[in-house]
């Protein structure tokens, strides 16, 4: 008899993991500057679903390795993804009050101290990579940083998100939409895949069909999150129906509702598609991909 896989458990332990690892990586708040690292630790701190290193964890996973060996590089994508949420809250982007369900960082430390938490965030990030080098991971590692930095840089994330500044309140096409989000949200998440199919020794070929299947989980999960801020309840943690209070393109916006959440299913079938040559091992990551676009936050 199989007993059926229970992704909440797996899901808990992995960011029981991840969060006691956090705690460790970044600077206490008693040390100098400690303002600063408050600020840190209070958006770092705060919860959230830790999606992108247990997605990197279970990267490694699928290919047979086990999370030790990805948790500083797996910590490091959470925090790029925290410094991204802190300057996206800021009153230049999204202008939020909320985030995680709580003030957004500049609501409690100000402005200034906002930006500094998420410029430090960025590059804290890289440095426990660079302090955390498994053995004989040399190679891996260099690859890992390249990667990461295109995700996170213009080519990646902060360019997916200027391209969705200067659309705002334009009229914008689906293929420029799914370009900017490909960018902006889905750029880290399939990096995270990659690293920890990378880090956990798979073929290249199995790098390959891991990174298709977390392009497709990075795409599904802003059509859920665009869904989401219509139909969210109040554990979305965020300020609901932000995306038409700004006037943003969102999928829903451009194809109705219900063609979203097709779309959201189809891309989904794709990210499953493209696990076929994994074994049970994999199981994690097709779990994942069917909680990204039915989750409720
Ligand atoms: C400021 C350079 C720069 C980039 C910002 C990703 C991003 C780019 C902004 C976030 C805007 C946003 C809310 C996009 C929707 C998708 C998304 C990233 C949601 C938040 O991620 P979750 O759901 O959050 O993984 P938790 O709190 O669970 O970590």
Known sequence: MTLAFDLKKYLDKRRAIVDEALEKFVPHHDIWPARLHEAI???????????????????????????????????????????????????????????????????????AMAILAGDSLLTHAFQVIASNVPRNSEAAIVEVIKRLAIA??????????????????????????????????????????????????????????????????????QIADDILDIEGGEEIGKDIGSDVANEKATYPALMGLEESKRLAKDITDKALRSLEDFDFRADPLREIAKYVVYRKN
């Open 41 to 111: 630790r209070y958006s770092l701190l705060a919860g959230g679903k830790r999606l992108r290193p247990i997605l990197s964890i279970a990267g490694a996973e699928a290919v047979g390795a086990d999370f030790e060996k990805v948790l500083p590089s797996a910590c490091a994508l959470e925090m790029i993804h925290t410094y991204s949420l802190i300057h996206d809250d800021l009153p230049a982007m999204d202008d939020d009050d909320l985030r995680r369900g709580n003030p957004t960082n500049h609501k409690v430390f100000g402005e």
């Open 152 to 221: 996170s840089g213009s080519l990646g994330m902060a360019g997916g998100q200027a391209e969705d500044l200067l659309s705002e309140k334009k009229k914008i096409s689906l293929e420029e939409l799914e370009r900017l989000h490909r960018h902006k949200t889905g750029k880290l998440i399939q990096v995270s895949v990659e690293i920890g199919a990378i880090l956990g020794g798979a073929t290249p070929r199995q790098v390959e069909s891991l990174s298709r299947y977390g392009e497709c989980i990075g795409l599904s999960f």
